[in-house]
Nanobody
Framework: QVQLVESGGGSVQAGGSLRLSCATS????????MGWFRQAPGKEREGVAY????????YYADSVKGRFTISQDGGKSTVYLQINSLKPEDTAIYYC????????????????????WGQGTQVTVSS
């Protein structure tokens, strides 16, 4: 059984930083993308970054380039999302997701590229 557990969210002031973690179990690395999504109140869930674990290829949504960094640990059981220069508009629930197929380009920023989801971690940014 695949499980994804996010942690690291919290309340911060604008300009601050957070590192989100996604611990996985039961997931076979190498088959698909590992991604981070976020969902703000009243908005659709959007993909912000993904990584292909076996080769470390990363991709970011235009809205977060330069501020977000996705990475994985050496054992590939945990994926991270470093968020710098936080803005109030970054306030959302952040979700980790894992897929069983890899797609290049923007495809892995879409929800239907993923088969497994975590429960989410709240990030709140105050101005």
């Amino acid at each position: 059984q695949v499980q994804l557990v996010e942690s690291g969210g919290g309340s911060v002031q604008a300009g601050g930083s957070l590192r989100l973690s996604c611990a996985t179990s039961g997931y076979t690395y190498g088959s698909g993308c590992m991604g981070w999504f976020r969902q703000a109140p009243g908005k659709e869930r959007e993909g912000v970054a993904y990584i292909k674990p076996t080769v470390g290829v990363t991709y970011y949504a235009d809205s977060v380039k330069g501020r977000f960094t996705i990475s994985q640990d050496g054992g590939k059981s945990t994926v991270y999302l470093q968020i710098n220069s936080l803005k109030p508009e970054d306030t959302a629930i952040y979700y980790c997701a894992a897929g069983v197929e890899y797609y290049g380009g923007t495809r892995c920023l879409l929800r239907d590229a993923y088969n497994y989801w975590g429960q989410g971690t709240q990030v709140t940014v105050s101005s």
